[in-house]
């Protein structure tokens, strides 16, 4: 039993379980939207999304374990730390990889299966090469973001060419830069060490900090053109979708003043979620109400 334990721990660890889960709900919120409702269809396309999103976790890990050695913070993953063989990822990752996209086939239509095996084609073959080439490879990476809801609302009944749809994507597709130079920010000479570019290398910090509230105002008035867009009915979730709006580019308009010497990004990266999160949880259950 202990013996098990260690492995569901070690597993979740190289499923990166905590990104997944939040990879899932987007999928439930494109879901949710297209459908109005949430029934027994939508299981079969979120464990199917889920299951394909650990294992493009897990090859990337496979992936980067060169440079992951390199870094402070993930030193200790399973390869770096030789908990694991890299064959035994290799495999691992290939198994939930071909599992979740034919459950995803399964459980809605080949386009939605499509769509979801793209998501891993874009971040394991593009993003992940892209990274060690130019600091700005986020931009093209955060494509990665907009894929799930696209994929739960085709799952729903939805059309790839609803206008709606293009919202939804673009929106998840904006707040994800913003959230990964954060990041990049916090480990930024982590990242440097290891040889991937670096945005602190290429960017002083008061122009860092310019163009990480000018991604983050794109994100916020993203949120303005969702309501606008009728993606929410209920007038309480309109609201709530605006404030939040207006309250992440207030506390992100402090990066402007000069007397906040010191970037605390991981701090804004925390409020940049915090507001994400509240309009995914608004898609799922404003349609339902």
């Given at each position: 039993?202990?013996?098990?334990?260690?492995?569901?721990?070690?597993?979740?660890?190289?499923?990166?379980?905590?990104?997944?889960?939040?990879?899932?709900?987007?999928?439930?919120?494109?879901?949710?939207?297209?459908?109005?409702?949430?029934?027994?269809?939508?299981?079969?396309?979120?464990?199917?999304?889920?299951?394909?999103?650990?294992?493009?976790?897990?090859?990337?890990?496979?992936?980067?374990?060169?440079?992951?050695?390199?870094?402070?913070?993930?030193?200790?993953?399973?390869?770096?730390?030789?908990?694991?063989?890299?064959?035994?990822?290799?495999?691992?990752?290939?198994?939930?990889?071909?599992?979740?996209?034919?459950?995803?086939?399964?459980?809605?239509?080949?386009?939605?299966?499509?769509?979801?095996?793209?998501?891993?084609?874009?971040?394991?073959?593009?993003?992940?090469?892209?990274?060690?080439?130019?600091?700005?490879?986020?931009?093209?990476?955060?494509?990665?973001?907009?894929?799930?809801?696209?994929?739960?609302?085709?799952?729903?009944?939805?059309?790839?060419?609803?206008?709606?749809?293009?919202?939804?994507?673009?929106?998840?597709?904006?707040?994800?830069?913003?959230?990964?130079?954060?990041?990049?920010?916090?480990?930024?000479?982590?990242?440097?060490?290891?040889?991937?570019?670096?945005?602190?290398?290429?960017?002083?910090?008061?122009?860092?900090?310019?163009?990480?509230?000018?991604?983050?105002?794109?994100?916020?008035?993203n949120a303005f053109l969702l309501v606008e867009a009728g993606l929410f009915q209920i007038t309480?979730?309109?609201?709530?979708?605006?404030?939040?709006?207006?309250?992440?580019?207030?506390?992100?308009?402090?990066?402007?003043?000069?007397?906040?010497?010191?970037?605390?990004?991981?701090?804004?990266?925390?409020?940049?979620?915090?507001?994400?999160?509240?309009?995914?949880?608004?898609?799922?259950?404003?349609?339902?109400?």
């Amino acid at each position: 039993m202990k013996k098990l334990r260690s492995f569901l721990a070690l597993l979740a660890e190289l499923n990166k379980v905590r990104i997944t889960i939040v990879v899932t709900l987007t999928t439930l919120a494109g879901y949710t939207l297209a459908a109005k409702t949430i029934d027994t269809h939508v299981l079969l396309p979120l464990l199917g999304i889920f299951i394909l999103a650990c294992g493009s976790a897990a090859f990337n890990q496979f992936q980067e374990q060169d440079r992951d050695i390199l870094m402070e913070r993930t030193k200790n993953r399973p390869l770096p730390s030789g908990r694991i063989k890299p064959v035994w990822v290799v495999v691992i990752a290939f198994i939930e990889i071909v599992l979740g996209t034919w459950i995803v086939f399964v459980g809605s239509n080949i386009e939605a299966a499509i769509l979801a095996f793209l998501a891993f084609v874009w971040y394991n073959l593009i993003y992940t090469p892209l990274k060690r080439v130019t600091a700005f490879a986020v931009i093209p990476g955060s494509v990665i973001g907009a894929i799930p809801p696209v994929v739960g609302w085709v799952a729903g009944g939805g059309k790839l060419t609803d206008p709606g749809l293009f919202i939804i994507a673009f929106f998840f597709f904006i707040s994800q830069v913003p959230h990964f130079w954060l990041l990049m920010l916090k480990y930024g000479q982590e990242y440097v060490n290891a040889g991937f570019p670096s945005i602190t290398t290429t960017m002083n910090t008061v122009q860092i900090k310019r163009v990480t509230f000018v991604w983050t105002v794109a994100t916020a008035l993203n949120a303005f053109l969702l309501v606008e867009a009728g993606l929410f009915q209920i007038t309480f979730f309109k609201i709530l979708v605006l404030l939040a709006a207006a309250w992440l580019v207030f506390i992100f308009s402090r990066l402007l003043r000069k007397k906040e010497q010191e970037l605390r990004p991981f701090h804004y990266f925390m409020r940049l979620n915090y507001f994400v999160l509240v309009v995914i949880i608004s898609m799922i259950i404003d349609p339902l109400l």
